[in-house]
């Protein structure tokens, strides 16, 4: 039986260096020549202790200083914003945020997060994050307290005996594109609605933190600069999406029953220089609807009240999970086998 044991524990060493590696995305160096600044927000802040600003518009508890923007500060039940006034037409770019998470609450006593958006709407306060819910574009979550601890799944074979937790460590950094029909569920972190996420180390850092999000034919890839190295670390790497032009780019956070002052430093966005095919000339891609082609279409899950996934394509984590129980099952199927099989043959020893 212990070497069924330790079997099972070299499976799941295995398995666990086994998930996909994707090769990390060409981030731009910040070259200033293709810096858009009517979507970019820097230092100096123009109205910085004003109620305006130019280019800019924000909202709730949302402060300028001369140092940053902060949209909530260490308090209670407060949410701020700000929005780029000048629609994107770019249909590939780049965003840098430079940004910082801090506050006095210990080890998951604090709360709740920012997110960074690509949307139709702007300037709509909402549940999520500050903004508002059933948004049209895609949106980034820097999530910094678990509402939903973990998921279970159960595995049999002929047994119920084997479950596995799953859980996400926080903060977490997810992915979520969305054509008005899905609901963001807080109570699970966005769990259903996630297309990929990450761990990452993004709150009271002594260090400057960054994150990017690069948008460009059709590849989502988002990268963080969190542990002072001067270096991107890959987080998210999606192909098959499809933005349209014409969204707004904005920030938001929110705080509840716990709190963290939520701080954008800058934001600055990059043309990428990217040849098209000719027949994207053709496109009209303001007409385009936000979708992923690798999931089933938001729009089909509108009679579904949890607004998820479950019920369309698998993603390749759920794919991989999906994997790993069934290797597991098989496994201890063959410890209990082998088990088995070892006592018979003590058993018939016993009459010779």
């Known amino acids: 039986m212990a070497a069924g044991a330790q079997l ?119 549940p999520v994050f500050g903004s508002r819910d059933n948004f049209h574009g895609l949106a980034i ?25 799953l859980q996400r460590v926080f903060p977490y950094i997810s992915a979520m594109v969305n054509n008005g029909s899905l609901t963001y569920d807080h109570s699970k972190d966005g769990r259903w609605t996630e ?6 180390e993004i709150r009271n850092q002594n260090h400057d933190t960054f994150l990017a999000v690069r948008y460009s034919r059709g590849r989502l890839t988002v990268m963080t600069d969190v542990e002072d190295k001067n270096e991107w670390k890959n987080c998210i790497d999606i192909a098959g999406v499809q933005l349209p032009t014409g969204y707004f780019f904005g920030a938001s956070a929110g705080t ?45 899950n509108v009679d579904d009240p949890t607004g998820n996934f479950r019920s369309g394509p698998l993603t390749g984590w759920k794919v991989f999970l999906l994997l790993l129980c069934a290797l597991l099952g098989i496994i201890v199927c063959a410890v209990v086998g082998a088990v088995v099989f070892q006592k018979r043959q003590e058993r018939n020893k016993r009459f010779y």
């Open 8 to 126: 099972v524990a070299v499976a799941l060493l295995l398995l666990a260096g086994a998930g996909p590696r994707l090769a990390p995305a060409e981030l731009t160096d910040g070259n200033s020549e293709h810096l858009k600044r009517e979507h970019s927000l820097m230092k100096p802040y123009q109205g910085a202790g004003s109620a305006a600003m130019p280019l800019w518009d924000f909202q709730g508890s949302t402060m300028v200083t001369s140092q940053y923007v902060r949209l909530t500060p260490d308090e209670r039940s407060r949410e701020g914003s700000i929005w780029n006034r000048v629609p994107c037409f770019l249909k590939d770019w780049e965003l840098h945020v430079h940004f910082r998470i801090h506050g006095a609450g210990k080890k998951n006593l604090h709360g709740d997060g920012l997110a960074l958006w690509y949307t139709q709407e702007r300037l709509v306060p909402g």
């Open 141 to 165: 979550f820097l999530d910094t307290y678990p509402n939903d601890e973990a998921t279970e799944l159960e595995g049999s074979c002929g047994l119920k005996a084997l479950t596995l937790s």
């Open 195 to 200: 297309l990929a996420g990450c761990t990452a």
């Open 256 to 300: 509840g029953d716990l709190s963290d002052n939520h701080d954008i430093i800058s934001m600055k966005l990059f043309q990428l220089m990217v040849e098209h095919p000719l027949e994207d000339d053709t496109v009209d891609w303001t007409k385009i609807e936000p979708s992923v082609s690798l999931l089933k279409s938001p729009k089909d």
